[in-house]
């Protein structure tokens, strides 16, 4: 029998899954700006099934001497300076991401949150550069273990741009809103939920007999 766990706590060892995407003025996390970030909690209902939860954005205002790549504002279209982003300090900023997420791994009885993202070795290195020069010692997500859904994606639907994954398991896709963080976020959530729950429906199938075997795979739906 290889039934999976019905709690998020013991589903994921004691990790909370919290989807995050940052936009950035460039590539390096150290001398780079981070002008927005997101997060989107993972729930698991009482049938063992992930749904996208609460969701946080929140504009960064650069960081005192931060580097701002024109190539890299070319391609978000983010104008930092812009008085309607509203942009927040970077520490005022990972608070209000780091609240509601500190908050869920207490209620959800886990340990501490892992980072899902897209390429999310590149999300992870923003969230902890600029939580070490805001000097914040309760950064609530593990330190280097990430989910990251490129492979997922990748073993899933051979794909691994999020767009085409979006696609190929279903989701819509709007590309003008593409290249925000609360967008990316939104969509990468729902993608980690349906590659995460499919396998979970191929576990139970495998399950219930040899006679009810399928071929396996992560076809939509």
Known sequence: MNTLPSTIDRRFRG?????????????DARIDALLEIA???????????LHPGEANSVHVEPFPGANLDPKALAFTGIDPHHPFRFAKPEKEALEIIFKPVRQAVKASNCNRAVLVGHNAFFDLGFLNAAA???????????PFSTFDT??????AYGETVLAKAA????????NSEAHSALYDTQK??????????????????????PENAKPAGLQPG
Not at 132 to 142: D, L, M, S, T, V
Not at 150 to 155: Q, R
Not at 195 to 202: C, F, K, M, Y
């Open 15 to 27: 990790f909370l899954p919290v989807v995050v995407d940052v936009e950035t003025g460039g590539f």
């Open 39 to 49: 997060a989107v909690i993972i729930e698991m209902d009482e049938n063992g099934v």
């Open 132 to 142: 070490e020069r805001a000097g914040i010692k309760r950064n609530p997500f593990h």
């Open 150 to 155: 490129v492979s997922l994606a990748g073993l």
């Open 167 to 174: 696609a190929a398991a279903g989701l819509d896709w709007d």
């Open 188 to 209: 990468t959530a729902e993608l980690f939920c349906i590659i995460v729950n499919r396998w979970r429906e191929l576990t139970l199938l495998d399950d219930s007999g």
